[in-house]
């Protein structure tokens, strides 16, 4: 059934949160005190394969500083820079040196350390405390950065020489920001979501075309999207469902195998300032200076948390009232934040549990709290 109003008001009283990361079908976050939570579908790193609809701590007792919710595994740096990964390992995604799966955390190969990682999909990137970024995992379309597209089980650098400042993997691509502002991006780019003007695939980091200075990138399926310093909202990519938030589905442009998109980076529209914003699978969500919540594109599980099921090509206001500290738009159909008093809302696809409401099965249109 559909949660179509109302949220979670009345729901017991749930952890707080510092930080938040939505996958596909599972979702971990960071408690102040740095213990790692995970909550949905598949390994959550608490030792079983059983899937949880409310929060369970991660094995090991670590402090985390973040964590980072893919497909099937999970990622984090410890407050000591360390990287761990747990969950499916199907293409080396964990970065242990094997291709087998791990139901807590198990250490990353190479002894090096990281400011942070992201997981995403079958893949995972990092950025050292030096500013060298690594990637692992699935590499059939380049998505590595590595200038081949042989997969990798451990951290492999990503060629170009380049200083990152974050680096933040999609499905099929990657996309990262310098620590001079540069956003360059590698991997498929059948549907001009490297952002490059071109269709053309690339297995080294490209120029984001138009000269923009950024702050963060966020990589997606099949779209982009980042933040200037201003914070002015760009994407760039695919565009049936108005992921890139420009007031249409229709282009500007047309990739032969995807249609609607944009080879180059077209401004979000409705003259917003964001603080942050973050790329989900076919839809995106970004969070202003004063800590109001907006997402567009596709939402056809409530994932853009108006109350409707109506796609948006421009942002929309997330019902509810709450003010937000951060956002993570999910990989798969729903998207979470914390709020500036660190409780944890998530609103969309509810059918692993995902939501961490203690069900699971019908979408919630609006935001719920997650809870204990």
């Given at each position: 059934m559909l949660a179509g109003c109302g949220g979670n008001l009345g729901a017991p009283i749930g952890l707080t949160f510092a930080g938040i990361s939505a996958g596909e079908f599972h979702t971990c976050?960071?408690?102040?005190?740095?213990?790692?939570?995970?909550?949905?579908?598949?390994?959550?790193?608490?030792?079983?394969?059983?899937?949880?609809?409310?929060?369970?701590?991660?094995?090991?007792g670590l402090a985390f500083a973040v964590v980072s919710a893919g497909t099937g595994h999970t990622c984090g740096v410890t407050t000591a820079g360390t990287a761990y990964c747990w969950g499916i390992n199907l293409f080396g995604e964990l970065g242990t040196g094997t291709t087998m799966n791990r139901t807590t955390p198990a250490v990353v190969s190479g002894g090096l350390t990281f400011a942070a990682v992201r997981a995403r999909a079958t893949q995972t990137c990092g950025v050292t405390t030096a500013g060298v970024a690594y990637c692992w995992g699935l590499n059939n379309l380049g998505q590595l950065g590595t200038g081949t597209t042989m997969n990798s089980t451990t951290p492999t650098v990503v060629s170009g020489g380049l200083a990152f400042a974050a680096v933040n993997p999609g499905t099929g691509h990657t996309c990262g920001v310098t620590t001079a502002g540069a956003a360059y991006c590698w991997g498929d780019n059948s549907s001009g979501e490297l952002g490059s003007g071109t269709t053309t695939n690339?297995?080294?980091?490209?120029?984001?075309?138009g000269g923009l200075t950024f702050a963060?990138?966020?990589?997606?399926?099949?779209?982009?999207?980042?933040?200037?310093?201003?914070?002015?909202?760009?994407?760039?990519?695919?565009?049936?469902?108005?992921?890139?938030?420009?007031?249409t589905t229709t282009g500007p442009y047309t990739c032969l195998a995807a249609g609607p998109c944009s080879m180059t980076p077209v401004a979000v529209g409705g003259g917003?300032?964001?603080?942050?914003?973050?790329?989900?699978?076919?839809?995106?969500?970004?969070?202003?200076?004063l800590g109001a919540a907006y997402c567009w594109g596709f939402n056809n599980l409530g994932q853009l948390g108006n109350g409707t099921t109506m796609d948006s090509a421009t942002?929309?206001?997330?019902?509810?009232?709450?003010?937000?500290?951060?956002?993570?738009?999910?990989?798969?159909?729903?998207?979470c934040g914390i709020t500036t008093g660190a409780a944890a809302y998530c609103w969309g696809d509810n059918s692993s549990g995902q939501l961490g409401t203690g069900t699971m099965g019908g979408p919630s249109l609006v935001p719920v709290r997650v809870v204990q």
């Open positions: 976050g960071v408690r102040p005190s740095g213990a790692a939570y995970c909550w949905g579908g598949g390994e959550l790193g608490d030792g079983d394969s059983t899937g949880s609809a409310t929060p369970v701590a991660v094995s090991g690339s297995t080294m980091p490209a120029a984001v075309s963060t990138v966020s990589a997606a399926d099949a779209h982009s999207c980042g933040m200037t310093p201003a914070g002015a909202a760009y994407c760039w990519g695919w565009n049936h469902y108005g992921q890139l938030g420009n007031g917003l300032t964001f603080a942050a914003v973050s790329a989900g699978s076919s839809h995106t969500c970004g969070v202003t200076p942002p929309v206001a997330i019902s509810g009232g709450l003010t937000f500290a951060a956002l993570s738009a999910g990989g798969g159909t729903y998207t």
